[in-house]
Each structure stands twice: as C-alpha cells, then as structure tokens.
C-alpha cells in the first residue's frame, strides 16, 4: 500500500507516520532523509542533488522526482511506502503519480492529517527544544534544561505564533490544490466503479487528541 500524508508542521504526521510504516511493516519515506542518503552514496541523481544544493539553489523536482524512483524500486519498498513530505505541490502529486506508474503502481491512500491553526499556535508555542540537541518539549518553560543533554531550553523562531499563521496560511496555499487535486481522481475512479490505481482513497484525520487514537483512527480509515 502506497500512502502519502498531507499535513500542516506540526499535526503530528512524522509520529502517526512512523507508527503506520511500522504496524504494516513497510518503510517511511521523507524526501530529506532520501535526498541525503543519495547525496551521502553519492549516486548520479545524488551528485546533481549535492551541487544544486552548494550553488545555494532548491533541488529541482526533476531530481528529487529520480531519486523518489530509484528509493521506490528497492526491493524494501516493494510492498508499499509512506511518504512523509514528499508531496506539496500539484506538480509535485503529478510527478509522484508518473513515477508510481512507470512502477506499476500508484498511491492507494492519501491521509490527511488535519488541525485548527488556533489549536497549533496554541500547541507549538508551548514547544521548547535544546538549543544542543534539538529534543522538542511541550509544556516547558524556555530557558530550563534538557533532560538528555543538560542543554538549553529555548523557543524556536519557527513556534512563535507569528510564524506558525504564515506558515500556516503557504501550507492552505500550496495544499488545498493537492487535496482537491486527489479527491477529484478518488471521485473518478468511483465513478468508473473500480477502485483502480487512478484514485486513492483520501482520509481525513483529525490530528488532535491522544496519540494511539489517532493511529488506531488511521489504521480503521486505511482499512475501510
Ligand atoms: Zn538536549
């Protein structure tokens, strides 16, 4: 089963994610962590990635799109994938959706983590991370110490409700598009009777609230 998630920072979709590849037993794909293994195997595409990245430049999709290819067709990934941030643009679930075909196979599930931009600020501005190890807290005061390292407490910059609305307001921006985008195909391939690997199921989740609900809400949604 081939899974994408959708989410603003900060609803959690690493965490459910994590939880998901492991119940079905199937590796959790993030387009940094890919980019960077190829970069560190220093592989074709992994090479261009590399000097794209020292020219100060975004790595084109193009690229990152071959790498995806090349991480997909291990033959760990064979059973299927979650990808966690793989997905933003309209371009980017088009890009995704050709590769997966060349495969022979597509995206069977989008689940979209979804969260009140109220209850974010709220929640993220209760964050704090060491400033030595980067382990996030919630319900700390900046300025303590980390119980790991004995580093720091501080408040991000990107947790200060500020930043939390506007990057809020470019996730709907970029976002909407691709959960209109999916659904439209998920309406199609129901019109056509078959659920064939057009269209996937799209699942809405309500990413509040405790931590194991959510997965087994998830898991049920993935199922049904
Ligand atoms: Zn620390």
């Given at each position: 089963?081939?899974i994408?998630?959708?989410g603003?920072?900060?609803?959690?979709?690493?965490?459910?994610?994590?939880?998901?590849a492991?119940?079905?037993?199937?590796?959790?794909?993030?387009?940094g962590?890919?980019?960077?293994?190829?970069?560190?195997?220093?592989?074709?595409?992994g090479?261009?990635?590399?000097?794209?990245?020292?020219?100060?430049?975004?790595v084109?999709?193009?690229?990152?799109?071959?790498?995806?290819?090349?991480?997909?067709?291990?033959?760990?990934?064979?059973?299927?994938?979650v990808?966690?941030?793989?997905?933003?643009t309209?371009?980017?679930a088009?890009?995704?959706?050709?590769?997966?075909?060349?495969?022979g196979?597509?995206?069977d599930?989008?689940?979209?983590?979804?969260?009140?931009?109220?209850e974010l600020?709220?929640?993220?501005?209760a964050?704090?991370t060491?400033?030595?190890?980067q382990?996030?807290?919630?319900?700390?005061e900046?300025g303590?110490?980390?119980?790991?390292?004995?580093?720091?407490?501080?408040?991000?910059?990107?947790d200060?409700?500020?930043a939390?609305?506007?990057?809020?307001?470019?996730?709907h921006?970029?976002?909407?598009?691709?959960?209109e985008?999916y659904e439209?195909?998920?309406?199609?391939s129901?019109?056509?009777?078959?659920?064939?690997h057009?269209?996937?199921r799209?699942?809405?989740?309500?990413a509040?609230?405790?931590?194991?609900?959510?997965?087994?809400?998830?898991?049920?949604?993935?199922?049904?």
């Amino acid at each position: 089963m081939n899974i994408v998630l959708l989410g603003p920072p900060g609803a959690g979709k690493g965490t459910q994610g994590e939880r998901i590849a492991k119940t079905l037993g199937i590796p959790k794909l993030a387009t940094g962590d890919v980019l960077r293994a190829a970069v560190a195997q220093g592989t074709p595409l992994g090479l261009a990635a590399k000097a794209a990245m020292e020219r100060g430049d975004l790595v084109p999709d193009s690229v990152i799109l071959g790498i995806m290819k090349e991480a997909l067709a291990l033959p760990s990934a064979s059973k299927g994938v979650v990808l966690d941030g793989v997905v933003r643009t309209v371009p980017q679930a088009e890009g995704l959706a050709r590769v997966l075909s060349e495969l022979g196979r597509g995206v069977d599930a989008v689940l979209l983590f979804e969260v009140g931009e109220d209850e974010l600020v709220r929640r993220l501005s209760a964050r704090a991370t060491c400033e030595s190890c980067q382990t996030p807290y919630t319900g700390r005061e900046p300025g303590t110490a980390c119980d790991k390292c004995g580093g720091k407490l501080v408040r991000r910059t990107d947790d200060e409700p500020e930043a939390i609305r506007s990057r809020m307001r470019a996730y709907h921006e970029q976002t909407e598009p691709v959960i209109e985008w999916y659904e439209r195909r998920a309406r199609k391939s129901d019109d056509a009777g078959a659920r064939d690997h057009n269209g996937p199921r799209v699942v809405r989740v309500n990413a509040l609230g405790n931590i194991d609900d959510i997965t087994k809400i998830v898991m049920k949604g993935l199922e049904g």
